[in-house]
């Protein structure tokens, strides 16, 4: 679930500022370190000879401080210094050559315009190959120094969490796993007799002595939706404590997609779903679509006319199909595929899955749905505004009907405008597989929705997600 996990990571960001610190001094050392090993191999061991003179070494120092402060335009682009969970090795080395990218491209940009100067070529290539190397190493000793810190207790948060709930649990469980950012769970209050497996520290009414024994600097109040009057006598005991208290309502385990809390004019609001489309994003995946589907059914026209002439030759009845399909918030729309199957595919047995081998398809038609070629007219729905070159793939109502109560979450696949392709297909959920496992990454994409994101799925349906074992 998304709601609680991004209000999480506004905490992580607010208290990952010292690591942030050291990362960037890290990285620094790094960038310096590069700049004269590049310099070094250019100029001084010439891995390729110099004909033209050799430069003055102020001129690359003074520039290394250009570079520096490029770096940090670079960082605030790519988030560098925004603590993520789950950074592995390789998403990290990822996000320290991305920032690096950006920072030689920015480079670059500055010396078109600053022509007093001519600087080695070969030296930024040396600086872009070295970087990302010398960036990793030393992070990891960086890292090895916060955890050290850490164990010895510098900057460490205590916490106590106020209840035994799964909830409170889960909120310990989220803090633990960050402890290098100085996240120090003490213990819990209990409203009645000790929890297994947690350490209670006391009752709620006790919270007073427990903070003080214990010097505790946040609590989290994690407490069932009946404990109301409990909850308000721990506020009233901690009215002139100085301690930091942080509210986890219950409402969290019923927040989805993209939620989080917003202020309606001083109010509190807390939103449990919301689709990531919203202002400039919205704009901005519009015009991608319209401007890259219109490339596309510039470039497919002719093959396109192709297949509406054999599928014409090959079959009786029509060369278009179309379907009512649901979208973005649950609306209805026609949408288009070539023919693949003969007119009275359905009198028979209604309205059911494609199934491997289907006998309703015509020859042409399984090549078309195998090479995934009969979804081509969609492109028309794309340039209507119907749909997304990128998104969940919209479903028959009939199906929807059926999977909205038996599938959890199943709706919130509507959040987004449906797609021609997707991260579930190309991930090979397509077809008669599983819908838990498509609806897992449809929600996967939407939760984490970027234009980058988009270009990547285009790409792996070039790639990979035209022709599929589980396209029939």
């Known amino acids: 679930m998304a709601g609680p996990d991004k209000e999480y990571h506004v905490v992580l960001r607010r208290y990952g500022q010292l690591n942030a610190i050291f990362l960037f ?12 090993m590049a310099y070094w191999l250019r100029f001084v061991a010439e891995i390729v000879p110099v004909s033209s003179g050799y430069p003055d070494f102020n001129v690359y120092l003074v520039s290394l401080f250009v570079v520096l402060l490029i770096w940090l335009i670079a960082s605030s682009i790519t988030r560098l210094y925004h603590y ?5 090795h390789t998403r990290e080395v990822i996000r320290l050559t991305s920032t690096l990218a950006w920072t030689v491209l920015l480079f670059a940009f500055f010396t078109f315009f600053y022509r007093k100067q001519s600087y080695s070529r070969l030296l930024v290539v040396l600086f872009m190959m070295l970087g990302p190397v010398f960036l990793f ?5 960086v890292w090895s120094f916060i955890r050290r810190l850490r164990r010895l207790g510098v900057d460490m948060r205590r916490i106590l969490i106020a209840g035994t709930t799964p909830l409170a649990r889960r909120v310990a469980t989220h803090l ?23 350490r209670v520290l006391g009752r709620l009414e006790e919270v007073r002595e427990v903070v003080e024994r214990e010097k505790i600097h946040e609590i989290y109040l994690a407490l069932p939706p009946n404990s109301r009057a409990a909850q308000e006598e721990l506020l009233n005991a901690l009215a002139d404590s100085s301690v ?12 989805r997609l993209n939620a989080g809390i917003e202020e309606l004019d001083g109010l509190p609001v807390i939103l449990l779903s919301q689709t990531p489309l919203l202002g400039w994003n919205r704009w901005m995946k519009v ?18 006319v192709v297949i509406a002439l054999v599928v014409k030759w090959t079959s009786r009845g029509p060369v278009l199909y179309h379907q009512e399909r649901m979208g973005l918030d649950g609306v209805q729309f026609r949408m288009y595929k070539f023919r693949s199957m003969r007119i009275d595919a359905e009198a028979e047995l209604g309205e059911v899955w494609t199934k491997k081998d289907d006998e309703r398809c015509t020859r042409f ?51 987004m405008k449906s797609g021609i392709t997707g991260w579930a297909q190309v991930n090979g959920w397509r077809g008669n597989t599983s819908i838990e496992k498509r609806i897992e990454f449809d929600l996967h994409y939407i939760e984490n929705w970027s234009m980058g994101f988009d270009f990547k799925i285009l790409w792996l349906t070039l790639w990979k997600g035209l022709i599929n074992n589980n396209a029939y």
């Open 25 to 36: 001094g890290g990285d620094v050392i790094a960038l310096i370190s590069a700049w004269f």
């Open 84 to 88: 993520l969970s789950g950074l592995n």
């Open 137 to 141: 190493i030393v992070r990891r000793l």
């Open 176 to 198: 633990e796993a960050y402890r290098t950012l100085g996240f120090q769970i003490v213990g819990h209050l209990c409203e009645g007799g000790e929890a297994a497996d947690v």
């Open 244 to 255: 930091d208290i942080r509210l986890v309502p219950d409402i969290v385990e019923h927040m």
């Open 287 to 304: 015009a991608v679509d319209y401007f890259l589907g219109t490339l596309a059914l510039l470039v497919f026209s002719p093959l396109m």
């Open 365 to 415: 038609g399984a090549y078309l749905r195998k090479t995934s070629l009969d979804e081509l007219p969609q492109l028309f729905n794309v340039l209507r505004g119907e749909m997304s070159l990128v998104g969940p793939r919209p479903e028959r109502p009939v199906f929807v009907e059926k999977f909205r109560t038996s599938v959890p979450d199943y709706m919130l696949r509507h959040k």
